[in-house]
Nanobody, 124 residues
Framework: QVHLAESGGGLVQSGGSLRLSCAAS????????MGWFRQAPGKEREFVAA????????SYSDSVKGRFIISRDNAKNTLYLQMTSLKPEDTAVYSC?????????????????WGQGTQVTVSS
């Protein structure tokens, strides 16, 4: 069992930046690929980014590629998402998730554990 807790969300103006964090409570964190997903009101959950166990491989959705960076610090059991050039359409609840099914899974059914999510709101 992996317990995940996101932080760092908030309200930011269009063009601004935020860094999300996802803290894992277990030392087995390095054994999992990690991902970020988001869900806007009335929309389905959407893949944002994923990172492999050691952080050597990453994957991004086309909508965030070049603006967001996913990273991890296995010594701190923490996952990050650095978001820049934010747009109003990035507004959503962002959740982190852990997977042992692939290096950089980009589909939510491939993830076994989920955090509660943190709200990101981008004003125009």
């Amino acid at each position: 069992q992996v317990h995940l807790a996101e932080s760092g969300g908030g309200l930011v103006q269009s063009g601004g930046s935020l860094r999300l964090s996802c803290a894992a409570s277990e030392s087995t964190f390095p054994n999992y690929a990690m991902g970020w997903f988001r869900q806007a009101p009335g929309k389905e959950r959407e893949f944002v980014a994923a990172i492999s166990w050691l952080g050597k491989r990453t994957s991004y959705s086309d909508s965030v590629k070049g603006r967001f960076i996913i990273s991890r610090d296995n010594a701190k059991n923490t996952l990050y998402l650095q978001m820049t050039s934010l747009k109003p359409e990035d507004t959503a609840v962002y959740s982190c998730a852990a997977s042992q099914r692939g290096a950089t899974p980009n589909s939510s059914p491939l993830y076994e554990y989920w955090g509660q999510g943190t709200q990101v709101t981008v004003s125009s």
